[in-house]
């Protein structure tokens, strides 16, 4: 059984950082993992990705303050977020597909965690 370990989050000043981090168990094969935000009354938006074969990418919106990296054998990915902005603000998932095959369309992916909340204050 797929379960998404998430951690971190919580409230910031603008300019701060966060770190979320997202550990996936019971996958074995390929597989892809990402990040998504989702805004009161939006769909989610990926903003993160991360596949078994170490391809990494991040979306254009958050590219420069946004970075993501892998660690324990590609099964951790991290999301490093630096100068954030109020605009920010929002449920941030994590989600795992199988398949190396890795997008930010948030209908790819089967498995979600439960979301963790990032706030930032002006």
């Known amino acids: 059984q797929v379960q998404l370990v998430e951690s971190g989050g919580g409230s910031v000043q603008s300019g701060g950082s966060l770190k979320l981090s997202c550990a996936a168990r019971?996958?074995?094969?390929?597989?892809?993992m990402g990040w998504f935000r989702q805004f009161p009354g939006m769909e989610r938006e990926g903003v993160a990705i991360?596949?078994?074969?170490?391809?990494?990418n991040v979306a254009s919106s958050v590219k420069g303050r946004f970075t993501v990296s892998q660690e324990n054998d590609k099964k951790t990915l991290i999301l490093q977020m630096n100068n954030l902005r109020p605009e920010d603000t929002a449920m941030y998932y994590c989600?795992?597909?199988?398949?190396?095959?890795?997008?930010?369309?948030?209908?790819?992916?089967?498995?979600w965690g439960q979301g963790t909340q990032v706030t930032v204050s002006s």
């Open positions: 989600a795992a597909k199988s398949g190396a095959y890795c997008a930010f369309g948030a209908s790819d992916f089967t498995y």
């Open positions: 019971g996958f074995s094969g390929n597989y892809c």
């Open positions: 991360g596949n078994v074969n170490g391809y990494t």
